[in-house]
């Protein structure tokens, strides 16, 4: 199968590409993103045929109706990953909170967050990719928390790839800078940059323009990737486990085939949401497709009132730090299945150029038709962290928390509903602990203390070893010397 743009085509681009093309060069004409010419078929015979599938069975399975140009022995190799989290037959465990309402949990990978359903997988195929054409790339990504370390995790060691992460030194929690300045491989380097996130992506960008940056690039034939959520060899694994977690529901005798149930997403840039979407419209039973969002409630506003209107909007830094964004990018993908690539492209430039565009009634139609959304505070969260915890004993992170929010604004709990978690309780302990005991400003580590001892349950041993683990990537540097440090490390 191919894949054509949602914003058409400017003819210097060919009409469609290859999955491997839409992978190494994941930006499309004027500015647009790639997507599947068609969308197979996952209705119920699918289904019932999968009944019984692993997890990786499944995948493979989904996989292979895309088509895609991607040897069955890569493939079959990327899947394997799946073996690394904590069960190797069940990486997403689907666990029963009460009456109707199941939580899956999508953080059982290496990096303790839901970034490694799509990184691990995507990774291996990258580097076969870049291997079979013998061509040399390199990922450059400015994070604040997760994408990093499961970027890091996903590439070490990998050939023909290199990675530089470049993270804000005033910007992280202990743990995810931990996960990221402890992480060796001659294939990366990750670099401190004094200041905060927007520091970091300030840096990356004058790189980016930077003509020396890109004259010394391709001297030493090295072309430029990124693994970031809009690529759809990201997306194409997060369809997977939405099939997966409905297949779960029958198998836990929760439902019967064919029932409708709701599946809700904490949601930032939109990948997440949109592995559901398409699961949807390939077939799978699904009522409404929730959006949780944090206090950055544009997704919110767009659902509600078919506006999506950033002009006057400034990013709230909340305490689900992974879903604070204004630009969802994602958001194209639904734009272009619902209404096609000429009017895509018209909301797409209004909302590069004025910061806003507007749906007509019509259009708000079928978008509400698919999604509900609201939005949670920090407050209200750290509510809900403390509540699901003292009524079910469930820990959650932040993220997490935003759904309890919609499920209750926007859910009918006569009917199912799947909460994805989105990241371990480890990844954010001094908001959990801050909910659950009241204490305030700890460090991660007495914040993990804190929590295991409340809780009772164990700090895992990849979070606790973090601790004691050489750090072998201190470089911090002044944003202005991030050119020199990269090409030196290059
Ligand atoms: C990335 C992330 C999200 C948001 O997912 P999107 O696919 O960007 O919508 C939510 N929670 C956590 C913990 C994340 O890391």
């Not at 606790?464 to 290059?490: A, P, Q, Y």
């Amino acid at each position: 199968m191919n894949f054509i743009q949602t914003r058409g085509c400017d003819e210097n681009k060919p009409q469609s590409v290859t999955f491997s093309q839409a992978i190494l060069s994941p930006i499309a004409s004027f500015g647009g993103l790639y997507v599947p010419e068609s969308l197979p078929d996952f209705s119920e015979d699918f289904l019932d045929s999968h009944i019984n599938s692993s997890y990786k069975k499944l995948a493979s399975d989904v996989l292979s109706r895309f088509e895609i140009d991607i040897d069955k022995t890569v493939i079959d190799e990327a899947l394997a990953l799946y073996d690394k989290f904590d069960d190797a037959k069940n990486p997403v465990p689907v666990v029963k909170l009460k009456e109707n309402l199941f939580i899956s949990e999508l953080y059982h990978g290496p990096t303790r967050a839901f970034k490694d359903m799509a990184l691990q997988p995507f990774g291996k195929i990258l580097s076969s990719i870049a291997q079979a054409r013998d061509e040399n790339y390199l990922i450059l990504a400015a994070t604040s928390g997760d994408t990093g370390p499961a970027a890091l995790e996903t590439f070490k060691n990998q050939k023909n790839v290199k990675v530089v992460c470049i993270y804000p030194a005033d910007g992280t929690s202990d743990v995810q800078r931990l996960q990221m300045v402890t992480e060796e491989a001659p294939n990366l380097k990750v670099i401190g940059i004094k200041g905060n996130f927007d520091d970091a992506q300030s840096a990356l960008k004058t790189l980016l323009a930077s003509p020396n940056f890109n004259e010394a690039l391709k001297d030493k034939h090295i072309s430029l990737s990124a693994a970031n959520s809009v690529n759809f060899g990201r997306i194409i694994f997060q369809i997977v486990y939405h099939i997966h977690n409905y297949l779960e529901l029958v198998r836990q005798n929760a439902i019967t085939m064919g029932e409708k149930i709701y599946l809700n997403v904490p949601s930032g840039n939109f990948g997440n949401v949109l592995g559901g979407f398409y699961a949807k419209e390939m077939g799978l039973p699904v009522e409404k497709l929730v959006i949780s969002s944090n206090e950055n409630n544009i997704l919110t506003r767009l659902v509600q009132t078919g506006i999506y209107d950033i002009r006057d909007s400034k990013l709230i830094q909340t305490t689900s730090p992974a879903m604070d964004i204004l630009k969802s990018s994602n958001v194209e993908r639904v734009l272009y299945s619902l209404y096609g690539a000429t009017r895509t492209r018209e909301l797409m430039e209004s909302l590069d150029k004025e910061n806003i565009y507007t749906l007509t009634a019509d259009e708000l139609k079928k978008l509400q038709e698919i999604f509900v959304a609201d939005y949670c505070s920090d407050s209200e969260g750290k509510e809900y962290i403390k509540t699901v915890f003292k009524e079910y004993g469930y820990l959650m992170d932040p993220h997490t928390a935003t759904c309890f929010k919609t499920y209750e604004t926007k859910s009918n709990p006569d009917i199912k509903t799947v909460i994805y978690s989105t990241a371990e309780w480890t990844k954010f302990s001094p908001v959990i602990a801050n909910a659950l005991t009241g204490e305030n400003g700890a460090k991660d580590i007495v914040a993990l203390e804190a929590i295991s001892k409340e809780a009772n349950v164990k700090i895992p041993a990849m979070i606790d070893g973090l601790f004691s683990k050489k750090i072998v990537h201190d470089t911090v540097i002044e944003k202005t010397d991030i050119e020199k440090e990269i090409l030196h490390f290059l």
